[in-house]
T-cell receptor
Framework: GAGVSQSPSNKVTEKGKDVELRCDPISGHTALYWYRQSLGQGLEFLIYFQGNSAPDKSGLPSDRFSAERTGGSVSTLTIQRTQQEDSAVYLC???????????????FGPGTRLLVL | GQQLNQSPQSMFIQEGEDVSMNCTSSSIFNTWLWYKQDPGEGPVLLIALYKAGELTSNGRLTAQFGITRKDSFLNISASIPSDVGIYFCAGQLGNTPLVFGKGTRLSVIA
């Protein structure tokens, strides 16, 4: 079946511009996560959506970062007034809702590679 | 944010050798996961562990969930060239964001 998809796969932008990154989760998954991976680093949590609950935004590094999830499916991560330190791979993951062990397993998309010049 | 201590950071091994890597944490988790990431791709789940003390195998891969719930290891037996990549451990408590290690970069010399 289809996995998590993300677009664009690569994005080059100029410092100060806004960017939007898109994530299509696996059909039926109610939880959606955004992570950021800087060069040579592990993944850093950004934001988490679970069903209709208010999102967990505790990982967002600044108020220039925001995300929304429309209709409980597709999510968009927006970075306003991009800075060079925002350059990273932005990864999206989805999972089923809490329940039996294994349903929380997160499956990742291929990521969007963002380069801010 | 919180991160796991993953070691070693990198490994260079001969094809056919066994590999071992581990992760430790100062806090407990109720799930430990091991992912592999190839260049230009997202992490792919290798093994998931849900119970303290659990030992699980997936082909040539074996992973264990430490009895203290604060550590896990991954072993790869008889390595092959396609094992090359970055291996990440991740801990999870309930349906919460994963906490990742910084990864172990594995290089296999044929």
């Amino acid at each position: 079946g289809a996995g998590v998809s993300q677009s664009p796969s690569n994005k080059v932008t100029e410092k100060g511009k806004d960017v939007e990154l898109r994530c299509d989760p696996i059909s039926g998954h109610t939880a959606l996560y955004w992570y950021r991976q800087s060069l040579g680093q592990g993944l850093e949590f950004l934001i988490y959506f679970q069903g209709n609950s208010a999102p967990d935004k505790s990982g967002l590094p600044s108020d220039r970062f925001s995300a929304e999830r429309t209709g409980g499916s597709v999510s968009t991560l927006t970075i306003q007034r991009t800075q060079q330190e925002d350059s990273a791979v932005y990864l999206c993951a989805s999972s089923f809702s809490p329940g039996l062990a294994g349903e929380e397993t997160q499956y990742f998309g291929p990521g969007t590679r963002l380069l801010v010049l | 944010g919180q991160q796991l201590n993953q070691s070693p950071q990198s490994m260079f091994i001969q094809e056919g050798e066994d590999v071992s890597m581990n992760c430790t944490s100062s806090s407990i988790f109720n799930t430990w996961l091991w992912y592999k990431q190839d260049p230009g791709e997202g992490p792919v789940l290798l093994i998931a562990l849900y119970k303290a003390g659990e030992l699980t195998s997936n082909g040539r891969l074996t992973a264990q969930f430490g009895i203290t719930r604060k550590d896990s290891f991954l072993n790869i037996s008889a390595s092959i060239p396609s094992d090359v990549g970055i291996y990440f451990c991740a801990g999870q408590l309930g349906n919460t964001p994963l906490v990742f290690g910084k990864g172990t970069r594995l290089s296999v010399i044929a």
